[in-house]
């Protein structure tokens, strides 16, 4: 089984900067894609930034340009940063991952417990 943790959440003056981490856990497991989703109040979720295992990305239109998404595959761990931040980015931000387990030999997707990010004006 397949754990994610996420860290980094918290609150930030518009303009401002934060980062995001999420670690997975388990046994005899690979990760495909690697990534992030928020939902706002009201809003569906949608995703944010990911990262598959040959570094290719895809980020949301209203990211592009203050947002990056790097991995440490070998700490099974994807990131988050996120700058000139607006308050219409505030969002519960959830980690998510797309793999296999190894044993037995079936593919998963994973999710974090989220966590909140709120930006003020």
């Known amino acids: 089984q397949v754990q994610l943790v996420e860290s980094g959440g918290g609150l930030v003056q518009a303009g401002g900067s934060l980062s995001l981490s999420c670690a997975a856990s388990?046994?005899?497991?690979?990760?495909?894609?690697m990534g992030w989703y928020r939902q706002a109040p009201g809003k569906q979720r949608e995703l944010v930034a990911s990262?598959?295992?040959?570094?290719?990305?895809s980020f949301a239109d209203s990211v592009k340009g203050r947002f990056t998404v790097s991995r440490d595959n070998a700490k099974n761990t994807v990131y988050l940063q996120m700058s000139s931040l607006k308050p219409e980015d505030t969002a519960v931000y959830y980690c998510?991952?797309?793999?296999?387990?190894?044993?037995?030999?079936?593919?998963?997707?994973?999710w974090g417990q989220g966590t909140q990010v709120t930006v003020s004006s």
């Open positions: 998510n991952a797309n793999g296999r387990s190894h044993i037995p030999w079936r593919p998963f997707d994973a």
């Open positions: 990262m598959d295992n040959a570094g290719s990305t």
């Open positions: 388990g046994s005899m497991f690979s990760i495909n894609v």
